[in-house]
């Protein structure tokens, strides 16, 4: 499998914001988001025991498999080994591909991008990135099934614009407010 890395921190956004997690970045991806923020195309082949093996030298029992689009390569193979070890597993995906076949990922974070189909089964937090009020149309994300509805203010790498669309991504959930706000706290607090 083609890893761009593993690593150990908190979750810095979404529902589980503040959780010690190791992080398994998959390399690549299906889309191509002119605001991502992830150098995720380095790689380094791995197998699944020795994905497995990287993960379980930290202390944490979550593990959150993302990307670029981990569907790419995901196997319900790993999954399994990773919860033989007893993690729980999260995938953070953005829901343009169904997971593999009998892949039992415990928490499903669907970052849905505009103009890309959503073909999952199963979604357990929608996590929408919010580019500004009259810049983007988040309605039709309200009738996607979720348990959690997660709304992000995107991150243009200008302090100002940020502070605009924060302040609109706020009233928008006021006025809307099956979301919840999700800040990047992990850019926040500068850890990775």
């Given at each position: 499998?083609?890893?761009?890395?593993?690593?150990?921190?908190?979750?810095?956004?979404?529902?589980?914001?503040?959780?010690?997690?190791?992080?398994?970045?998959?390399?690549?991806?299906?889309?191509?988001?002119?605001?991502?923020?992830?150098?995720?195309?380095?790689?380094?082949?791995?197998?699944?025991?020795?994905?497995?093996?990287?993960?379980?030298?930290?202390?944490?029992?979550?593990?959150?498999?993302?990307?670029?689009?981990?569907?790419?390569?995901?196997?319900?193979?790993?999954?399994?080994?990773?919860?033989?070890?007893?993690?729980?597993?999260?995938?953070?995906?953005?829901?343009?591909?169904?997971?593999?076949?009998?892949?039992?990922?415990?928490?499903?974070?669907?970052?849905?991008?505009?103009?890309?189909?959503?073909?999952?089964?199963?979604?357990?937090?929608?996590?929408?990135?919010?580019?500004?009020?009259?810049?983007?149309?988040?309605?039709?994300?309200?009738?996607?099934?979720?348990?959690?509805y997660s709304l992000q203010p995107l991150d243009t790498k200008d302090a100002e614009l940020?502070?605009?669309?924060?302040?609109?991504?706020?009233?928008?959930?006021?006025?809307?407010?099956?979301?919840?706000?999700?800040?990047?706290?992990?850019?926040?607090?500068?850890?990775?």
């Amino acid at each position: 499998m083609k890893i761009n890395e593993i690593f150990y921190s908190l979750q810095g956004e979404g529902h589980f914001t503040g959780t010690p997690a190791v992080f398994v970045r998959f390399s690549g991806c299906n889309l191509k988001c002119p605001f991502c923020d992830t150098d995720h195309l380095p790689y380094t082949e791995l197998s699944e025991q020795e994905i497995v093996e990287s993960v379980a030298i930290f202390g944490a029992k979550h593990v959150v498999i993302t990307g670029g689009e981990p569907t790419l390569q995901l196997s319900a193979s790993l999954v399994g080994l990773l919860h033989d070890r007893g993690f729980f597993v999260q995938i953070e995906t953005n829901g343009s591909r169904r997971l593999p076949e009998s892949c039992n990922i415990d928490w499903v974070t669907c970052s849905p991008k505009e103009g890309a189909p959503i073909r999952l089964e199963h979604i357990d937090e929608l996590k929408v990135l919010f580019h500004g009020k009259g810049k983007c149309d988040i309605s039709a994300f309200e009738d996607i099934k979720a348990q959690c509805y997660s709304l992000q203010p995107l991150d243009t790498k200008d302090a100002e614009l940020n502070n605009i669309i924060i302040k609109e991504t706020i009233d928008h959930i006021l006025d809307h407010p099956i979301w919840r706000l999700s800040l990047q706290t992990h850019k926040m607090t500068g850890i990775k």
